[in-house]
């Protein structure tokens, strides 16, 4: 079968992660890896994986996109450039899967609003961060239900497994996390919470999602969204498990949950590494399919 | 304990930091009055306490499930203190991951000058845009190392030189969990000494868990601090901070100037602090429990609260809690864990 030919850019954590779950794809094809220090560790991992490098930025894969046929770029840099890679691989044509904190295009959380965004072509999808993908899913589980006036969530992330682009911008990870809460969860306010923590060996990835709802919540009801969903995510992400929960106090509901990784580059206490790279797959793999369907074609930007 | 002969720090100068209206807010389940703040910050004020932190006891950004709601917002508290004060700054805490830049900025608006940039104690790189726009700001900027007993002198150091690099005025060394014992701290501070440049301050911030708040902190100035945090009467998380009344006159003793009026600080500690106490903030059971098992001294009240909900004994749940390292801002950790135990103890969970 046919696949898409996809680039990825930033050598880092979640780029090489993403060489993993690409290879695993059946519709989709890593090519390119684009880096910004030849010495890299993550371009010579790219390089013994077959993929072709460039140590020069987006600048140094823009003459190989379209003889290389690139379709799909992910961008696993850093909020402060993607903007500026975005609108260089739109213009000639290339659909932008973004796992930094951006935020440009749409927000997609595959398991709520993937289907929306294959019907409404954006070239520019952002994938929020590793703890909305992780929590937003039952966000939205609980607020599909009844109404969310509030909704929190505290994601507990191994140390080992943060790389330098997030802690230097932890701001943006909590603008994009607390709004995507309102936008894609469903509740009206939300807040995101993260901690680092440097335990040995590395804790597993914790995410505690607490919703206030307006009404006493229907117990029963939620409860059945919440392992519904559980179900949904697990399809890509099979390592995403309740741990306690959910518990009823007054309006609020509170859910304990963990994200073990499968283990590809990081251990697998990193979850929150796999959510992410899962879910933008994923992601991926539903625009590849359109394409290879015929059913959309990807089109150059105009350039502003 | 030659670390304690006063004839070497005497004439020492040594800045105080009250965290009465900060780490003061654990202790009273973040239920502190804008009435109360206004009272025991213009008594400090008066008492001639150069610094006094006022916020949310998790700082900027802390109003949350995870960690309660005040009844008032940071800038409500702020803006009712900061125009009082005649020579007290107000500072405020933020945690990244928890606080973010906005909120600092509002904060500065409100009138806050001085800040504590806390991370983790191995975690510093965490902190470089908020220690970047506080100094854009024109506040005095601390880098607030969390949790120091979990990271050696050498790690502290590495640690100190990165908020050093970002442009903190002041590194401190913060034992969360009242784990510290003197030769610790004297250790830490040393370290930071020898790699920061002299002008770079170092401060320390002390829980009484193990009663050892305010040797700790000579002990700290001994080796190169001069800012100490404590609270008066000791209201803060866990056994509370060092009691700063009490701090001041071994200072006085020891000649150490604090530039404090030491019957003052007393009076506010007895007319207004203790009559705020829900309980009487020392070290019992479970506060001990916080000090000899690391554990982060917010985590307190969460635990007693968990335990009385799920059955599960208090100081089972902090000394699991330490043993699964869980650290600053996991509160949630805690009903998590307690849910766990309960479980594999048989205890039937209400819900």
Known sequence: MKKIKCALIGSGNIGTDLIYKILRSPVLEPVWMVGIDPESEGLLRAREMGLKTTHEGVDGLL????????????????????????????????????????AVGPLCVPPVNLREHAGNLAMNVNMISCAGQATIPLVNAVSR????????????????SIGPGTRANLDEFTYTTSSAIEKVGGARKGKALAIINPAEPPMMMRNT??????????????????????????????????????????????????????????????????IMTAAATRTAEMFAEEILAGNIQLKATEVA | MSLLNSSGLKGRKVILHDMCLRDG???????????????????????????????????????????????????????????????????????????????????????????HIATHCTEADTSPQHIAFARKLGMDVSGFLM????????????????????????????????????????ERISALRAVLRPETEIGFHGHHNLGMGVAN??????????????????????????????????????????????FKLMDVAEDIIVPMMEHVVRVDRESLTLGYA????????????ASEQFGVPARDILVELGRKKMIGGQEDMIKDTALTMARERDIAIPC
């Open chain 1, 63 to 102: 003459p190989h996109v379209q003889e290389d046929g690139i379709q799909i770029a992910f961008d696993a840099t850093s909020a402060y450039v993607h903007a500026e890679n975005s609108r260089k691989l739109n213009a000639l044509g290339v659909l932008m899967i973004d796992l930094t904190p951006a």
């Open chain 2, 217 to 262: 902190s000579i002990a700290a100035i001994a080796a190169g601090a001069s800012r100490i945090d404590g609270s008066v009467a000791g209201l803060g998380a866990g056994a509370g901070n060092t009691p700063l009344e009490v701090f001041a006159a071994v200072c006085d003793r020891m000649g150490i100037e604090t530039g404090t009026d030491l």
């Open chain 2, 25 to 115: 807010m654990h202790a009273k389940r973040e239920q502190i009055s804008i009435e109360q703040m206004v009272k025991v910050a213009t008594a400090l004020d008066a008492a001639g306490v150069p610094y006094i932190q006022v916020t949310h006891g998790a700082g900027l950004g802390g109003n949350s499930l995870q960690h309660g709601f005040a009844p008032h917002s940071n800038e409500e508290y702020i803006s009712a203190v900061a125009p009082l004060m005649k020579q007290a700054k107000v500072s405020v805490l933020l945690i990244p991951g928890l606080g973010t830049m906005q909120e600092l900025q509002s904060a500065y608006d409100c009138g806050a000058r001085s800040v």
């Open chain 2, 147 to 186: 949790m120091a007993h979990l990271n050696d002198a050498e790690g502290i150091a590495e640690q100190g030189r990165l908020m050093e690099s970002y442009g903190a005025h002041t590194v401190y060394v913060t034992d969360s969990a009242g784990y510290m014992l003197p030769e610790d701290v004297t």
């Open chain 2, 294 to 305: 690391g554990v982060y001294s917010t985590f307190l009240l969460h635990a007693k609260k």
């Open chain 1, 209 to 274: 999602i607490y919703c206030l709802t307006d009404d006493e919540p229907d117990r029963e009801k939620i409860t059945a969204s919440i392992l519904e969903m559980i179900g949904e995510v697990q399809k890509y992400v099979p390592g995403y498990r309740l741990v306690n929960g959910p518990i009823y106090d007054g309006n609020q509901v509170s859910i304990f949950m963990e994200v073990a990784g499968l283990g590809d580059y990081l251990p697998t206490y990193a979850g929150n590494l796999d």
């Open chain 1, 145 to 160: 239900v009844q109404s969310v006036s509030y909704a929190e969530i505290v994601a507990s992330l191994a140390s080992k």
